[in-house]
């Protein structure tokens, strides 16, 4: 019988980050998945590091900017477990604006027409964030890697089936049932994203999959584009390096249709009108890949961290929609350390699973 410290459900960039994490610590760690690493929405995101994002939930922005200082040492962790380097692709993001923020103050013509010429600024009022991007294919690549080069337990094509406690107390381990076998762990932690509600239903807030259609096109040599261009309803994120140079991901719709993963090409056609309208150079540009992820949602908007009243030694992150893989490395930080009794470094109290199930209206915003 394996007796891990920790078993986490969900191999994906939450699930494998904190594998990681914890492993740094000193802790043995098993995680099953019930299909293969990184399959699902960690290499189906844009890549957007959104710390700066106008339109984020107030209650995220300690979270986001926490993570976003821990991704150089991130990055660096993984290129000495792995040998491969995962660079940025972008270092800014022209952002419009809602009509509702009316704050900031946003740039002149001139200043657009610098920093991308063929940009139409008709419609939208710009301001430029600090804000990185890079490539979740790249990342997961050298995530699993990294994994691979540790003595981390990873199994694919290991559904778990239920978990339980072996004694009510909170010093019991628990019991982990998975196809033909058991293991029994001193913690378990939920990771599985939009499968969430299914293996750790909480008590309060649920978890539904969000669905998003995107695509990439292929660059035209007049538009050496260096920066993420985003809109309330478009984003246009460019590979700078590495194997996908030279190609820009276009996305994305929020839709909700359960598990259905469909790329329909009528999205696909009003996604890519709406980078037309937005920087003219790409009409007539190659599609080179179409593809659907499913983000995991709350009806508030905020990732459930934390852990599960009731159940011993059961822990939840997931919950991240649209900002996974900003918040990894922070979120891989925090869970560890609620997992080894210290205090956060940030106040988990708004990620609470046992939090009031508030639903907040969905703005729609694409990411």
């Known amino acids: 019988m394996h007796r891990p410290d920790v078993c986490i459900a969900g191999a994906g960039i939450i699930g494998l980050s904190l594998a990681l994490e ?33 339109h984020h939930p107030p209650e995220l922005r300690a979270l986001s900017q926490l993570s976003l200082s821990l991704y150089p040492r991130f990055l660096e962790s993984l290129h ?62 050298a995530l699993l890697s990294a994994v691979h080069g540790t003595t981390i337990d990873l199994r694919p094509e290991t559904p778990v089936l239920k978990t339980c406690s072996q004694d009510n107390d909170a010093g019991g381990n628990i ?10 762990a001193k913690q378990f932690v939920d990771c599985t994203g939009a499968w969430a509600s299914f293996s750790s239903p909480p008590s309060n807030v649920q978890i539904r999959p969000k669905k998003g259609q995107m695509l990439a096109v292929s660059l035209p040599s007049s538009l050496p584009l ?22 820009a991901i276009i996305g994305a719709t929020i839709e909700d249709a359960g598990f259905d993963k469909t790329v329909h ?22 599609q ?19 852990a599960l009243t009731g159940r011993p030694n059961h822990f939840i992150a997931t919950g991240h929609y649209r900002d996974g ?22 106040d988990l109290t708004p990620f609470s699973p046992e939090r009031p199930a508030i639903a907040k209206p969905d703005t729609k915003v694409a990411r």
């Open 22 to 54: 914890l492993h740094q610590q000193g802790l043995r760690v098993t995680v099953l998945d019930r299909t293969q690493p990184l399959a699902e929405a960690s290499t189906a995101a844009a890549g957007m590091l959104a710390a700066a994002d106008p």
């Open 80 to 141: 000495a477990l792995s040998g491969i380097r995962v660079p940025f692709q972008t270092y800014q993001t022209l952002q419009a604006l809602r009509p509702n923020i009316l704050k900031q103050t946003t740039l002149l013509p001139q200043e657009l027409a610098n920093l991308v010429p063929a940009l139409s600024t008709t419609n939208h009022r710009f301001v430029l964030l600090d804000e990185p991007s890079i490539d979740p294919r790249q990342l997961a690549e």
């Open 175 to 184: 019991e982990v049932h998975i196809p033909g076998n058991m293991l029994t």
């Open 226 to 247: 260096s920066l993420v261009i985003r809109t309330p309803e478009i984003y246009i994120v460019p590979r700078t390096s590495g194997p996908n140079t030279g190609r």
């Open 265 to 286: 090409p009528a999205d696909i056609d009003r996604l890519r009108s709406l980078a037309v309208a937005l920087l003219p150079s790409l009409s007539g540009t190659t």
């Open 288 to 306: 080179l890949d179409a593809w659907a992820g499913l983000r995991p949602a709350t009806e508030d908007g905020l990732p459930l961290l934390g």
């Open 325 to 346: 893989i900003l918040l990894a490395p922070a979120t891989a930080q925090v869970m560890a350390q609620l997992l080894l009794g210290e205090i956060p470094a940030v």
